[in-house]
């Protein structure tokens, strides 16, 4: 069974750093491909970032240039460093991971960006 736990999220001001973390276990995690995604009361699920199993990148426009995605196949763990936080980052935060045609999700950090 695919499981996802992540972590790191939190209170952070505008303009600081948060990393998020999501360590996978049960699947193939070399030849997935993972995701963050973010979502806020009353609005669809929105991607925030991708990486493939073969390391190509994908960014919403809102992140572009703040946040970096990123893996390490060797721990089984996604990444999300996010700066210059701004207020309207604020958001649950879940990991995706694919593989083959199934999708898994983790349980969703919160992430609030205030003053």
């Known amino acids: 069974q695919v499981q996802l736990v992540e972590s790191g999220g939190g209170l952070v001001q505008p303009g600081g750093s948060l990393s998020l973390s999501c360590a996978a276990s049960g699947s193939d995690f070399r030849t997935s491909g993972l995701a963050w995604y973010r979502q806020t009361p009353g609005k669809q699920r929105e991607l925030v970032a991708s990486i493939a199993a073969r390391g190509s990148l994908n960014y919403a426009e809102s992140v572009w240039g703040r946040f970096t995605i990123s893996r390490d196949n060797g721990k089984n763990t996604v990444y999300l460093q996010m700066n210059s936080l701004k207020p309207e980052d604020t958001a649950v935060y879940y990991c995706?991971?694919?593989?083959?045609?199934?999708?898994?999700w983790g349980q969703g950090t919160q992430v609030t960006v205030s003053s």
């Open positions: 995706n991971l694919r593989w083959g045609d199934n999708d898994y």
